[in-house]
Structure formats: C-alpha cells, structure tokens
C-alpha cells in the first residue's frame, strides 16, 4: 500500500506538520509493514507557479519539466493521499496554493478516481475549518474520497502524547481504509459529477477533457458513486 503526502509548510523538519506526518508512518508502519510513504514537504520542491494561460487544460499536460511530474507519478501510483497544509491567514499557505493550482487541470476529470484521502491543517488556535473544506472539495473534485479532516492546533498539544494520538487516529484510518468498501460519496461530489457530467455532454467542440471523460467510459455512469466504486481497489 503506498500513501502520498504533500505537507505545504515552508519549515521543513520543524514543522508541526512534518513532525506529525513522520509519526503517523511510523505508527502505519506498526501496522502492517508493507506501508510505503511519499512524503513531498514544499521546502525541498521546484515547483513553479502557473504562467496564467492554462495550456495544460489543453493539452493535458502539466506546464514545466519541475518536480510537480514526480509529484503527478505519485499520486497516480499511490492508494491514498494526504494533503496537508498549515493555516496562514485563515488559508492554506502560499506553496499549498501554487501546487493545488499547478493540479487545476485535473479537477475536471477526477483524474485521482478511486483513491481514497484525508486532510489535515495545522494552525496555532484558529482558522482550520475554511482549509479543511477548501481542501476536502479540492480533494473531491480530483474524484479522491475523502474519509475525514483533522484539525492541529498547537496551542492545545502541550505534550508528544497527543501529537502521537492523533497519528495514531490517522495511521489505523489509513490501514482500515484498504479493506473498506462501503463509502457512501457525499452528495456535494455527486453533484460536481452530474454537473460535468452534462456540460461535457451539451459542449460540441472537442476538448481533451471530453476526450478523457469518453476514454475512461465516465458517460456510460449514472452517479459517481457506482464510477468510483468501478476503479476502487480492495
Ligand atoms: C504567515 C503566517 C500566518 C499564520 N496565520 C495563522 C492563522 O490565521 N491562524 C492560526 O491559528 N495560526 C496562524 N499561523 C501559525 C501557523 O499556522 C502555525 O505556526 C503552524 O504550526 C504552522 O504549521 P507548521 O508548523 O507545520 O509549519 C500563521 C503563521 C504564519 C507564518
């Protein structure tokens, strides 16, 4: 089982998020031992910011030759995805930005279909809940399933204990997450489906997404929960 992580913090092994996404792989690890972790954390990335033409849209290419092509091999490889981003401002951090745009291209053809994820903000004391659903709809708009959100504030972890409870609560999710077949999609990614779904069907000129869409077989289904259960992996 392999698990990508994107930690959007500037600080590197002094983060909260680091640190924290560090112990729920060791505790996956207990778990079951075949558990691999791609860890991407945005101070050690080139990823360039989106030149604002949107040729990948087009082309359904990502724009530069920079890390974000390791970063697309991954997730499609992976089983399930954190994003994790601190909380700057009541948002997500400036890197967790420039790489959820550099992915925009993929949000109209839930390109990650099948996986399943989570989301995590780290904050001092405030503003998780607008990262949290910022990301979970990001999420769910890459077609990814997202099986909850938590939220660290550091002000409230006064001991490693708690930092290892929460990985804890994480890696058992993780691991489960692989021999669960019931989800039940939330109504807010039946409607994106349903509403991509009908303005490919309307649009009349050919476009790389209508293409994908027609590949992939998306039209022959009638909600995104019998698609995503098609290409889940138990
Ligand atoms: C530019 C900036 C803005 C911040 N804005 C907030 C905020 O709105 N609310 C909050 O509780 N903490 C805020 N913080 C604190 C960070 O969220 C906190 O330091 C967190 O631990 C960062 O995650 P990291 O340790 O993984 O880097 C901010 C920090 C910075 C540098």
Redesign the pocket.
């Known amino acids: 089982m392999k698990v990508f992580v994107y930690?959007g913090?500037?600080?590197g092994e002094?983060?909260?998020?680091?640190?924290?996404i560090k112990k729920v792989e060791e505790h996956s690890k207990t778990l079951r031992n075949d558990i691999i972790f791609d860890i991407f954390s945005a101070d050690k990335l080139n990823i360039k910011e989106s030149d604002g033409t949107g040729k990948e849209f087009i082309t359904g290419n990502t724009i530069y030759d920079d890390d974000m092509k390791i970063i697309e091999k991954s997730l499609l490889s992976s089983d399930f995805i954190i994003f994790?981003s601190?909380?700057?401002?009541?948002?997500i951090?400036g890197q967790a930005k420039i790489f959820i745009d550099r992915l925009s291209y993929w949000l109209h053809i839930f390109r990650l279909i099948g996986k399943k994820g989570y989301v995590v903000s780290?904050?001092?004391?405030?503003?998780?809940d607008l990262v949290n659903s910022y990301l979970t709809e990001v999420m769910q708009f890459l077609g990814i399933y997202v099986l909850g959100e938590m939220s660290?504030?550091?002000?409230k972890i006064n001991s490693d204990d708690v930092l290892n409870s929460y990985a804890r609560f994480l890696a058992k999710k993780i691991v489960i997450s692989q021999e669960e077949s019931d989800i039940e999609i939330p109504y807010t990614q039946e409607k994106m489906f349903e509403h991509q779904k009908l303005t490919h069907l309307k649009s009349e000129i050919y476009s790389k997404e209508k293409q994908f869409w027609k590949e992939n077989n998306y039209f022959d289904y009638n909600t995104f929960e019998d698609l995503f259960k098609s290409r889940m992996k138990v």
């Open positions: 930690i913090s500037p600080r002094e983060s909260t998020g680091y640190q924290f994790l601190p909380v700057y401002a009541h948002n951090s780290v904050s001092c004391n405030n503003g998780n660290i504030e550091t002000t």
